[in-house]
């Protein structure tokens, strides 16, 4: 039973840090300080931070990965939402609901097997200015549930999803990438398989967009 129970959470989660997305995974690991953050895997070519916070996400993640593709390329990829559901991994709907600005309104859907799907709008806000090298771009999110969809009975309605891509140009077709992310799946799930989950979901977003970049629909 427990066994599925942490199979089944751990597709949940992944799932849902995906649409936001453990070989060298520590574990037994002590908590980090509260604010620092704390190396906890270099795999897939992504190195993962973490830090502790307060509240039910429990801990905001961080990522830092090279994208062989300009940062205009890659913001492309990210900013391509009506296109989620077909590159990034256990996203059944996404899809704009507004463009104002410099802001974004999105409501997205996320089914992974055996467990209930998960639901949220987010508002995405995008700069970007001219750096050495290029362009860069920084993009923050944060929930919006009141100005999208009405909660539909069956699929959980998740209340906390904030975080952001930092995109920096190393070369004319080379990006770093980092990614955070602070959320709560909904439901009652561990804390430790809720963490873990999230690992493997954010390399699985690298994994997506580096996939994904290879399309010439954006390089126009």
């Known amino acids: 039973m427990l066994r ?18 453990c070989a060298n995974l520590m574990t037994a690991e002590p908590e980090a300080t509260p604010g620092e953050w704390k190396l906890v895997s270099t795999s897939d070519n992504v190195v993962l931070y973490r830090r502790s916070r307060a509240g039910p996400g429990h801990y ?8 062989s593709a300009s940062t205009a390329v890659v913001h492309a990829v990210i900013d391509d939402l009506d296109s989620y559901s077909r590159f990034m991994p256990y996203t059944l709907e996404c899809r704009v609901l507004k463009r ?28 970007s200015k001219t750096v050495e090298g290029g362009t860069s771009y920084l993009s923050r999110w944060e929930t919006e549930n009141a100005l999208g969809p009405v909660e539909i009975r069956g699929i959980i309605r998740v209340k906390l999803c904030e ?8 070369g004319p077709n080379s ?6 992310v602070y959320t709560d799946s909904g439901g009652v799930i561990p804390a430790f398989i809720k ?11 690298f994994t997506a967009i580096r996939k994904q ?8």
């Not at 905001?60 to 994208?67: H, Q």
């Not at 970049?213 to 126009?220: H, L, M, S």
Request: glycine share 8%; with cysteine.
């Open 4 to 21: 599925s129970i942490v199979r089944n959470s751990f597709g949940l989660l992944v799932a849902l840090i995906s649409c936001c997305p």
């Open 60 to 67: 905001e993640s961080k990522a830092i990965g090279e994208v």
């Open 100 to 127: 104002e600005g410099d802001s974004v309104l999105t409501y997205q859907r996320v089914s992974a097997p055996l467990v209930s799907d998960r639901d949220y709008t987010l508002r995405v806000r995008t700069t």
């Open 163 to 170: 975080g952001g891509w930092l995109l920096e140009p190393m």
């Open 175 to 180: 990006t770093r990438a980092t990614y955070s």
């Open 195 to 205: 963490n873990t989950g999230s690992q493997i979901g954010i390399r699985k977003i």
């Open 213 to 220: 970049v290879r399309d010439a629909k954006y390089a126009k």
